[in-house]
């Protein structure tokens, strides 16, 4: 399994990105499929999840200006970021969680793409 993920950039503060990762694999059994962040000296923390059945989860940071959504073939996932604010400034990594075939579940993540906000 392999995800790439791309479009992140430099953006004005109040402005907009929409990040895309495309996941590679066959057959995948898939749980969720998530961004997460990580800026400077901070840790990893998950900005939105969406499960194979649609339901979505956002941090509180991020409620009403974030929305994640996936493809019907479930091979993307995107994260459109509207009104930006330098504190989303981090590198963004999509992952996945799918189900094995004996059940376990195991998670895999793209490379991360950069978003810059500026003030």
């Known amino acids: 399994v392999q995800l790439q993920a791309s479009g992140g950039g430099l953006v004005q503060a109040g402005g907009s990105l929409r990040l895309s990762c495309t996941v590679s694999?066959?057959?995948?059994?898939?749980?969720?499929m998530a961004w997460y962040r990580q800026a400077p000296e901070k840790q990893r923390e998950l900005v939105a999840s969406?499960?194979?059945?649609?339901?979505?989860n956002y941090a509180e940071s991020v409620k009403g200006r974030f929305t994640i959504s996936g493809n019907n073939a479930n091979d993307m996932v995107y994260l459109q970021m509207n009104s930006l604010k330098p504190d989303d400034t981090a590198v963004y990594y999509c992952n996945i969680e799918r189900f094995l075939w004996n059940g376990m579940v195991v998670a895999s993540w793209g490379q991360g793409t950069l978003v810059t906000v500026s003030s």
């Open positions: 969406i499960t194979s059945g649609g339901t979505t």
């Open positions: 694999g066959r057959n995948l059994n898939l749980k969720t």
